[in-house]
Every structure is written in C-alpha cells, then in structure tokens.
C-alpha cells in the first residue's frame, strides 16, 4: 500500500530554513508527480507546489514563490521541499501527497 511519511519541521525563527522530506513506500515512484500541501490553524489545506514526473514545477502559489524550492531523489523515493526566508504565516503543518494520498504531515513552527 502506498505510505507517505514526512519529517523534518521543528520550530525556525523568522528568517531561517527548514528542509522537508518526504519518503514514499507502495509505488512506481518516479512515474508519478507528487504535491506539497500546507494547512495552518483554523484554515483550508493549501497546495504549496507540485513537482511533476519528469520534474517541472507547477502551482507554485506567490506566497512563497522565491523561498520555497520542491526537489525529489528518485533513488531515494524522497520529495524534499527547502524552505528559506520562513516567515511567521508559513507556521503549519506540511502534508505531501501523491496518488490521493496523504503523509500524516509534519508541523512548521516559525516564531521568535
């Protein structure tokens, strides 16, 4: 089955760099494009990007268009998403999906 487990948040102070990961299990995983989504407190889920098979960039929102960069190592059946210049409203939990599934997210703190 297909298993997505992401690590990698942690508390940052304004200003500084998280990386992501997300490492996938039960798939092809370098046929598929594979997506980062973020929900903050008391609102909607929010596609932060999508980085496809062949590994365009797309949806891309322009909140964090310049500081957030999608990668994936096929080798290594792992999405990555750098994170620069965090700002207080990208505090939120980070889900990757692929295949409608979901990782159970890691939480993103940017506070001083």
């Known amino acids: 089955q297909v298993q997505l487990v992401e690590s990698g948040g942690g508390l940052v102070q304004p200003g500084g760099s998280l990386r992501l990961s997300c490492t996938a299990s039960g798939f092809t995983f370098s046929s598929y494009a594979l997506s980062w989504f973020r929900q903050a407190p008391g609102k909607e889920r929010e596609l932060v990007g999508v980085i496809t098979a062949t590994r365009t960039i797309t949806n891309v929102p322009d909140s964090v268009k310049g500081r957030f960069t999608i990668s994936r190592d096929n080798s290594k059946n792992t999405l990555y998403l750098q994170m620069n210049s965090l700002k207080p409203e990208d505090t939120a939990v980070y889900y990757c999906?692929?295949?409608?599934?979901w990782g159970q997210g890691t939480q993103v703190t940017v506070s001083s």
């Open positions: 999906r692929a295949l409608g599934y």
